[in-house]
Each structure stands twice: as structure tokens, then as C-alpha cells.
């Protein structure tokens, strides 16, 4: 995952000075916190950033695909790259962008802790080992109790590594951390100070090298997730930006699956827009589990796992101050899942995850 420090504790800023307006907010809306009426519009600025399981949709700019989709509905739409991914998230929190390219803990912690109505409209991927604990000595999580670990702290190695402990019977408290940006966390693991780190790719596979790997998102499958969110009230305002970008999405995923001469060109174009070549790329899709077909996607988002990830995700990034000084409680921000269930405050809802549009994908109707 692409992060960066500086601007997470910028975005932390961000969202605790909305915090108390989005909560005072929330009394003058209608039960369920319905967000604000928008006017229809016929031009949309989506963000995103370099990311393995993000590269199809440069493939369906690239490509055309983006284009026919947005064409087919009467309307444009402007898919931007963003450097620095924190930045692009920060962006979209400001209302500079429409939609962007982001994890599930983020879309929590950044706009929706902002006050930001945000509906996540795909469910792209997970990492499925994408993320990864590693020691010089070490061979097991048992081994980290009393250890000094170098991370990228509240990102999503933060959170890979309280699970790896939960699940081994420790917890955070049980060892030191110490904040290393993902530029430096490669030259700091080369030091003879630094025992472990916890990082993503492509890092992961340079640490890889010197150390052994203790702990992977495999093991945690299905709460990293990456998403394609966008405004609560432009979706609503604007339900062909929807359709379109589903549309898009899925048809760059099934060009990807066929494993025919496109898809390998595809592939290799990925590859080359990512900024890396087709053998490093292939294998990021390894450890990223993409939902190809919509039907997959609608099935995990519609199922009985998604609530306990995100009650997960929530529980940790409250208990980090993500949500802000302000808030009292992991309930102060509602998160809706489809069938009406909602984590945390009903008439606070801020994260919503919408299977409506992958449906429409997976039954032939968009």
C-alpha cells in the first residue's frame, strides 16, 4: 500500500477539525443520516494511485474502456493519478475529487472521520500477502514479545501487526514500535539495530531477502481491502458515474482473467504504467486477491464475514485516535453495510458499502 506519514498525520488533523461538525451535522439530517441533496452533473474527477490491485483502471483509461463506459451514460469522466496516495484521499476528503482509489481503514479514518458521506462502491481486491512481518532471527510472531519493530505506524502495518498478535496471544502493548517511512524502511531493515520490520510491497520482497517472514495478510484475508469510493451524495445524485465505473472496472477485470493473448498484453501494460516490468508485476497479482467477477464481490459485501473486517478495522483505528480527539466512542462513526446493518451510529453514518451497482454488473444489467 502506497502511504506516507507526513500527510496521514495531516489527514489525522483534517479529520479531527471535521470531526465535531460532521457530528453536530448529523442532528439536522434525517434518520439514517442521509447525506445532503447534490445537483446532477455531467463531468467527475477520480483519483488513484499507483497500486497493483488499482493498475486496471490506467489499463481502462489507456485503453478506451473507461471512455466507452462514461460515453454509453452521456457523461466524462477524468481519472487522475495522485502521487502520493494519502494525498489523493486527502484530495477527495477536500471535495477536490469525485471518487478515489482507497483501503477500507482509510475511507474510515480519513473522509468518513472528516464528516465525509462515503460510499464504497467496489470492492477491488484484498491483500492476500501483499503486507508482511519480517525478522533477521525470528521464526515465529511468538518470537516479537518484547521486540523493537520498525513500521510505517497507524498505516495498515500498524494494524497487520496488532492481528498477527491477537492472534498469537500478545498484543501491541507486548513490543516497541518505531515510526519508518516506507522509503526508509528497506535501508533501516540493512542496519544492525533493526531486528523486524512490517511492510508492503514492493519493500516486502527487498526485506524478504535478509529475513524470514513471520506473518502475511494471507492470514488476515479480506481485511485489507481495497475499494473504489466515491461521494455518498454525487452517487446519489449521479447513479450513471455508478454504473459507469463498475461497468468499466469489470470488463478491464474479465479483459485481465481471459489469459489470451489481450490479457497478456494487458498485463504487460499494467506492468509498464505501474513503472515496474511484467515478471514484478505478475507477481503482485499473486498476492493480491482481486475479485474478478462481480458476482464475487457482491457475494463477500452482501455475506456474514464483511461486518466482523470492518468491526476489526473500526475497533483498531479508534483505539489509535484515528477518528479523532473528539471522539468518545468506536461508535461515534456509523458504518452501513448492505441490508441495512449498521456498525456504530445510525444516525452518524459515514462509510457505506453499496452492492447495488456490482449487482447490476454481475446480473447482465448495467
Known amino acids: 500500500m502506497k502511504f506516507s506519514w507526513k500527510k496521514t498525520v495531516q489527514a489525522a488533523g483534517l479529520a479531527s477539525l471535521l470531526f465535531v461538525a460532521a457530528c453536530s451535522g448529523a442532528k439536522e439530517e434525517a434518520e439514517g443520516s442521509a447525506p445532503a441533496a447534490e445537483a446532477p452533473k455531467t463531468e467527475f474527477n477520480i483519483g488513484w494511485s499507483i497500486y497493483a490491485g488499482w493498475m486496471p483502471w490506467a489499463y481502462a483509461e489507456k485503453s478506451g474502456i473507461l471512455k466507452k463506459w462514461a460515453d454509453k451514460y452521456g457523461i466524462k469522466i477524468n481519472l487522475i493519478q495522485v502521487n502520493d496516495y494519502v494525498e489523493s484521499i486527502n484530495q477527495y476528503t477536500a471535495g477536490k475529487l469525485d471518487g478515489v482509489g482507497s483501503t477500507n481503514m482509510d475511507a474510515l479514518t480519513i473522509p468518513a472521520a472528516g ?3 462515503t460510499t464504497a462502491l467496489i470492492m477491488g481486491d484484498y491483500s492476500n500477502g501483499n503486507d508482511g512481518i519480517v525478522m533477521k532471527t525470528g521464526k515465529s510472531v511468538a518470537e516479537l514479545k518484547g521486540q523493537t519493530i520498525n513500521l510505517v505506524e497507524l498505516s495498515v502495518s500498524h494494524y497487520l501487526l496488532a492481528r498477527a498478535l491477537e492472534m ?34 514492493p519493500q516486502l520482497a527487498e526485506v524478504k531477502k535478509a529475513g524470514t517472514q513471520v506473518f502475511d495478510s494471507s492470514m488476515i484475508p479480506n481485511e485489507i481491502q481495497d475499494l473504489m469510493t466515491v461521494s455518498t451524495a454525487t452517487l446519489k445524485a449521479n447513479p450513471a458515474l455508478g454504473k459507469a465505473l463498475v461497468g468499466a472496472w469489470f470488463e478491464t477485470l474479465a479483459l485481465i482473467a481471459k489469459g489470451d493473448a489481450t490479457s497478456e498484453a494487458a498485463i504487460a501494460e499494467m506492468a509498464k504504467l505501474s513503472g515496474t516490468d511484467t515478471e514484478n508485476y505478475r507477481g503482485q497479482l499473486k498476492t493480491t486477491y482481486l475479485y474478478y467477477k462481480p458476482a464475487d464481490a457482491v457475494a463477500y459485501v452482501t455475506g456474514p464475514d464483511i461486518a466482523r473486517h470492518e468491526d476489526l478495522v473500526r475497533q483498531f483505528s479508534f483505539s489509535k485516535g484515528l477518528y479523532g480527539p473528539n471522539a468518545t466512542s468506536v461508535d461515534a462513526i456509523g458504518i452501513e453495510l448492505p441490508g441495512g446493518t449498521v456498525l456504530g451510529d445510525k444516525n452518524n453514518v459515514k462509510l457505506r458499502f453499496d452492492a447495488e451497482y456490482m449487482q447490476m454488473a454481475a446480473d447482465g444489467k448495467l
Open 115 to 117: 464528516g465525509k458521506d
Open 168 to 201: 498469537n496471544g500478545l498484543k501491541l502493548a507486548d513490543v516497541k514500535t518505531v515510526n519508518t517511512s516506507d522509503a526508509d524502511i528497506v535501508s533501516a531493515f540493512a542496519t544492525p539495530d533493526v531486528k523486524t520490520v512490517v511492510t508492503w510491497i
